[in-house]
């Protein structure tokens, strides 16, 4: 479920976030998602571009490289840059207290 | 889903579709009401639909339930109406009950067609009778029923082109869209918005067809 855009190969793994957490419709979300990356909206869908800022950002891509955070440590920060809750990242905290 | 949480990045629904005929017999306790409408017995067909709806909206709740706490980013009851009415009103007591108790969890519901046929007839939620909703009015009941994410599906039918069929699934879209506080994701793949009956849909269609509806509907999703 990732709102097409390239799905986790651009970001249309967070801009579907937004629209499942605060119902944003995709235009807004689009906005919300490019003001957080500090990109322009267009810049969205280009796979280079959100290449490296999936990668400076660490909010995980589609393919991993060594070190780079992986599943649930990208869905951290995700939720961090968003600033929305993530159910499963919300049970993993919880499971690992 | 606990496995593919950790492992996944992104958003990982866990999505059934409601079956209400598993409730009747001989699957289930309920009578038949395939079995009663031909002989006339409405009434008892009626009273055999509403015992239906309870069995699923009480299983509904419990397996939803249970991929939440796993950890589900959402919920996607699918194919929403494929037995009418009956069917369409246990998804939204379904949903009403999950919302109660996971307010923050998304819930999308995908439909079965573009119009909720009356296999019951005059079943309603909130005062709105189910039966014979099309699209711009399904997602009104969905979003009061706090549904997150509303998916129209519009059947292709098969004796007509491709382009009718896209202009007919854009047609409806575009007045759920205009309708709709909360993002449509519309419904596309085999026999369903606008696409051809086939298990391999030829690309061309699938190209043209999802370029239009974004373009003229400007919808939230796929």
Redesign the interface.
Known sequence: MTSGMGGMRTSGDLVARMQMTKGMKIKAAKKFVADKLGVAVNELTDAAVMGEVREDLKIGGVYSSMGSPKGIEAKHHIADLLGIEINSLKRFRHNTR | MEQA?????????YGAMPNIGLYTQPDGPVPNPAELLPQGKIKEAREAYEGAIEHAVRDMVYVAKSQ???????I?FDTVGASGDPDFKATLLAVEALKKQYP???VEVGMAGEFVLGMHGEMRHNGVRLAGLYPHKQVKIAQDAGV??FGPAINTVSSRSIPWNVARAITFTKACVEAA???V?ANMGMGVGGLPLCTTPPIDTVSLASKAI?EIT?????
């Open positions: 949480q950790l492992l996944m990045v992104a958003p990982v629904f939440c706490e796993a950890g589900a980013d959402g996607n923050d969890i998304c997150d994410i506080e909360i993002p994701h974004v400007r919808l939230d999703g796929l």
